[in-house]
């Protein structure tokens, strides 16, 4: 167990020396020659060795590892070498190297090449590490955002963040093995830093063949030069591709999945009238979605209970999304304590005494929630709820499905369907507006506007920053249903939402939600 926290906790997962071959290789047949030589996290110096072995330019390499043992071994291999005297290797913290003035005697070009630890700073503090970066908000997310996860990152991106920022102004090249969500971060870092850079690259690794690790990444490859910008990369299937897949781009603010794309449809984006929203967040599944059974709910934990229908709802979960008209099952269910965020979970007791026992009895499975966002909340409380959760009508998207499909989504058993939080939906008041939306959505223009910005390697590729990309209602002018959408949406172009919050507000001010 030890050791095995010590892999995690170093992200020690050396990069076979084949591999690193085929990397320099790569690198020279794109003319690198480079001068100086480094590997930031060598661990056993595959990289510096397949370096020093490919490029007879260099004159001076570095190595730094943590790990006293790994020094040793890779000093041992060293001194057999006829190349030795040029390699100095440091035992040394990344978090604590001054990686500027390192490298500023250095000669150029420099060639910065390694495999960094493949690990999350919350994966660290799980086990309780001290190898971590000093605490920063380098991401800038707001609260929230931090709050909900969003803040995590790869403790190898804020590495490559260091090694960026020494290389600006100097001639050389960044070349690093990442996860590809961590090699689009940290370019896109780069284009809004303006940063002194030309052509990157990102070419494929196969990584569960080479690390067993089930996970999209890339050889990373940015060639950095005075005054030089570039804010396009190419996009390879593999080390060995000579013509790239596609082309993503920095523009606008906005990282592009596809640059060409994202510029013959940005006319189309903006704001627009109406407000995408996620499922509802519990983080208490055992509990809160139920089975219906015999008239009665089977929760998670195989308990079989009786429970009044007050707060309980027909759910539907991300992977039920598949088709463009979903219909519920009529067994999954959800018990949704709050009809807004931040709302009194104490009326359950007087309107719905059984639940109430049943949430009371399971107290401790909703105490030991995690996530900062129920801290100083009413008791049994959820997230991501309110008004537009309980609209009868519904168009909705999986997060993680690998294509776009927008569903529409009805009522069932006289009770609006909710959502769990790996959906994304559009609230409606009627089926017309359901099936206008669909229409858009489901169009060709959409879905290559999206495809612009999606990528579907990532984990979960659908985000609802994505969706509120498109407005549309100019997309419905765009295909000619300009007056589709105003006769839908006629009585507010601020959307279904503002109406829906506006109805339910006549009808009624507490809680449960009414299923008339």
């Known amino acids: ?101 390192l490298m500023r005697d250095l000669p150029e070009p420099i060639l910065i090449l390694g495999n960094p630890p493949w690990v999350t700073n919350s994966q660290l503090s799980s086990i309780r590490s001290k190898n971590v970066p000093q605490k920063s908000n380098f991401q800038n997310h707001n609260g929230l955002d931090a709050m909900t996860g969003k803040s995590n990152f790869d403790i190898s991106e804020w590495m490559l963040i260091q090694l960026m920022q020494a290389m600006d102004g100097r001639r050389g090249v960044l070349a690093m093995l990442c996860k590809s969500t961590t090699s689009r971060k940290v370019f896109s870092y780069a ?40 804010h396009e990369a190419w996009i390879y299937t593999s080390i060995s591709a000579t013509q790239p897949e596609t082309v993503i781009g920095y523009e606008d603010d906005i990282l592009a999945a596809n640059i060409q794309s994202y510029r013959r449809w940005k006319h189309l984006a903006g704001g627009g009238p109406l407000t ?3 499922g509802i967040k519990h983080d208490c599944s055992k509990v809160i979605e139920l089975r219906r059974e015999a008239g009665k709910y089977r929760n998670g934990l195989g308990e079989v209970v009786e429970l009044e229908d007050d707060f309980v709802y027909p759910m539907l979960k991300s992977s039920d999304l598949a088709a463009q008209i ?56 959820v997230f991501g709820v309110g008004r537009y959760s309980f609209t009868r009508w519904k168009l909705a998207i999986s997060g993680f499905y690998k294509r776009l499909n927008f569903a529409a989504v009805g009522p069932a058993a006289g009770k609006p369907c909710v959502l769990d939080d790996t959906s994304y939906f559009l609230p409606c008041d009627s089926q ?59 009585e507010s172009l601020e959307g279904p939402a503002c109406r829906t919050s506006k109805t339910a507000d006549r009808q009624q001010t507490s809680l449960p939600f009414s299923s008339d």
């Open 326 to 381: 979903v219909r519920h099952d009529g067994r999954k269910f959800m018990l949704v304590t709050q009809q807004t965020v931040g709302s009194d979970t104490s009326v359950i007791r007087d309107i719905a005494p059984k639940t109430w026992s049943y949430l009371m009895a399971h107290e401790a499975l909703f105490t030991r929630r995690g996530s900062a966002i129920y801290k100083n909340r009413p008791q049994f409380s």
């Open 432 to 490: 017309e507006q359901v099936e206008c939306l669909s229409a858009l959505l489901n169009s060709p223009v959409a879905q290559s506007f999206y495809n612009a910005f999606v990528f579907w390697d990532s984990k979960r590729p659908i985000t609802a920053e994505i969706l509120r990309r498109l407005n549309l209602e100019l997309l419905a002018h765009e295909i000619g249903k300009g007056d589709d959408f105003q006769r839908c949406f006629s």
């Open 1 to 101: 167990m030890a050791k095995s926290k010590a892999k995690a906790e170093f992200g020690d997962f050396q990069t076979p020396s084949a591999l690193a071959r085929q990397v320099c290789a790569a690198l020279a047949r794109r003319g690198i020659k480079p001068a100086s030589l480094i590997e930031p996290t060598c661990g056993l110096g595959r990289f510096l060795f397949a370096g020093l072995d490919e490029f007879t330019s260099v004159e001076l390499a570095f190595g730094l590892e943590l790990n006293p043992r790994y020094v040793e071994r890779t000093n041992a291999e060293l001194r057999d070498r006829p190349d030795a005297q040029k390699v100095s290797l440091v035992e040394a913290n990344f978090f604590a190297t001054d990686w500027k003035a």
């Open 191 to 230: 284009c809004s830093q303006n940063l002194s850079f030309r052509r990157t690259t990102l070419s494929k690794i196969d990584a569960d063949f080479h690390f067993d690790a089930a996970v999209s990444a890339d050889l990373l490859a940015m060639e950095f030069e005075p005054s030089a910008t570039d």
């Open 276 to 278: 995408w929203r996620s």
